[in-house]
């Protein structure tokens, strides 16, 4: 199965390229792409930032650092219960049917 992108991209000097016409070749160096060669021997043109990205994604993530991380240690999730979370998304329509109801009650109180 293919992998989307390849771990390891090597810099190609643009003059050496067979696989372009020299117009095609100037005209990505003009819009700050670069060539580099992947491990099938392909040609990807990439500018610095997506190259930047590609290293950085496939660089080896150290099992020690993501135990210790000090980022994520003091997240949980919320947990509410049922009734709460009912309130919480209903709190506007639950005022709004109180304040009918005690408007109604009031002018009933009121006309009697």
């Known amino acids: 199965m293919r992998r989307k992108g390849s ?3 090597i810099p190609v000097d643009p003059k050496t390229l067979t696989s372009a016409n020299e117009q095609h070749i100037n005209s990505l160096l003009s819009m700050g792409y670069r060539p ?5 021997g392909s040609i ?5 930032g997506q190259y930047t990205y590609n290293q950085i994604k ?7 650092n993501s135990i210790f991380n000090k980022e994520y240690r003091g997240l949980r999730r919320r947990r509410r219960s049922q009734i709460k979370r009912f309130f919480h998304r209903n709190a506007e329509l639950i005022l709004l049917t109180v304040g009918v109801v005690a408007f109604i009650a009031i002018l009933r109180y009121v006309t009697y």
Not at 44 to 48: G, Y
Not at 58 to 64: E, G, M, V
């Open 58 to 64: 496939h660089k080896k993530k150290s099992i020690i």
């Open 44 to 48: 990807r043109w990439l500018t610095e």
């Open 7 to 9: 771990a390891k991209l």
């Open 36 to 40: 580099y060669q992947t491990e099938d």
